[in-house]
């Protein structure tokens, strides 16, 4: 496993922005090489939010997100991933937690979380209207 550390929630007021952050602190970067963020909003089931596979640069979003989000790679620390998300809503309120998977995102679906082995603690984002 790889020890993931999320950084950069906090609170906004709807039509605000705010970027989060993921750093793989261990392990090789096969071992990291896909990562996503999911998020566990207040009475809903956790949900994938973005993947990136780091070698390759391929991206995945959830449906919801709408051109709102977009995951990057750091271009000075590469076993960073970024999450930058605009035009938040309040529905955006929720726990957000850093993923990864060894080589590729999982084949089947990004979203399946059975397929990640390691995870971030999580960080909190609060979205007011």
């Known amino acids: 496993q790889v020890q993931l550390v999320e950084s950069g929630g906090g609170s906004v007021q709807a039509g605000g922005s705010l970027r989060l952050f993921c750093t793989a602190a261990?392990?090789?970067?096969?071992?990291?090489?896909?990562m996503a963020w999911f998020r566990q909003t207040p009475g809903k089931e956790r949900e994938g939010v973005a993947a990136?596979?780091?070698?390759?640069?391929?991206?995945?979003y959830g449906d919801f997100v709408k051109d709102r989000f977009t995951i990057s790679q750091q271009d000075d620390a590469k076993n960073t991933v970024y999450l930058q998300m605009n035009n938040l809503e309040s529905g955006d309120t929720g726990v957000y937690y850093c993923?990864?998977?060894?080589?590729?995102?999982?084949?089947?679906?990004?979203?399946?979380?059975?397929?990640?082995?390691?995870w971030g603690q999580g960080t909190q984002v609060t979205v007011s209207s």
């Open positions: 261990s392990g090789s970067a096969f071992a990291s090489n896909c």
């Open positions: 993923a990864a998977d060894p080589g590729r995102c999982p084949i089947v679906d990004w979203r399946r979380e059975r397929d990640y082995p390691s």
């Open positions: 990136i596979e780091r070698d390759v640069g391929t991206k995945y």
